[in-house]
Each structure stands twice: as C-alpha cells, then as structure tokens.
C-alpha cells in the first residue's frame, strides 16, 4: 500500500505501536512533546521498565536504513524529553530508549527492533 508521508509515519507509529504490545509492552504515550521534543511512543513492561521509542519508517532503504536518522541533536533532544516524561509521572523505575525501523514492504513494514539504541 502506497501512503502519503505523514500517513506513513502514521502507519508506521501504529504498526510499531502493535508490534510492542506483541512482545508484552502496554502504550502509555504516543507523540510525547516537550518543548522542542518528541517522543513517538513511550510504552511500559509492568512496573518496572519503561521504554522512550523513537520510529522511523521509511518506503524503501533506497536513502539509507531508518535508524541512521536517528541525529546526535535528535538523542539530546529525546533525552531532555523522557526526563521531563519522568518529572511529569515520578517514575522510579528503569528506563530504556529503543529505536524501531520500520521499512515498507508490500505486505505491511518490515520491523527492527534495536534497545537500548543510546543513552
């Protein structure tokens, strides 16, 4: 299926988003904004383990793999906001920040999952 760019980046968040809740996790936040920053979903694995995800889909690797579009000023950017996120909740326990890519193939997204892509 053909998208539109910001109805990829849509179906790619919802397709990330699912692919999560798969493997255990529950979607507390998608589109966590803090001033400049955005978190694109921000899920949790019971009470100890909550996880900053930033997506990146792409229609093809014809301009490079999605997780290479992950910048330096992207990670401080995404930082500052998952502190805020824990100011904001009192989170107490661990954190982690995964990156998710997510390519288009003509039966829905191919999907890597890499934790704890930065600190």
Known sequence: MAYAAHELGQAGEQAA????????????RQGYRYRRAEVDLIVQRGQELLVFVEVK???SAQFGFPEKFVTER????F?????QYQ???D????????????SQ???????EHFEDAFY
């Open 79 to 83: 930082l500052l906001a998952a502190e």
């Open 87 to 89: 100011l904001e909740t």
């Open 105 to 111: 193939i003509s039966t829905g997204f191919r999907i």
């Open 57 to 59: 889909t792409r229609s």
């Open 74 to 77: 992207k990670r401080q950017l």
């Open 91 to 102: 989170w107490q326990g661990d954190i982690r920040f995964d990156i998710l890519a997510l």
């Open 17 to 28: 988003g699912a692919f999560l809740t798969n493997l255990g996790f529950t979607v507390v």
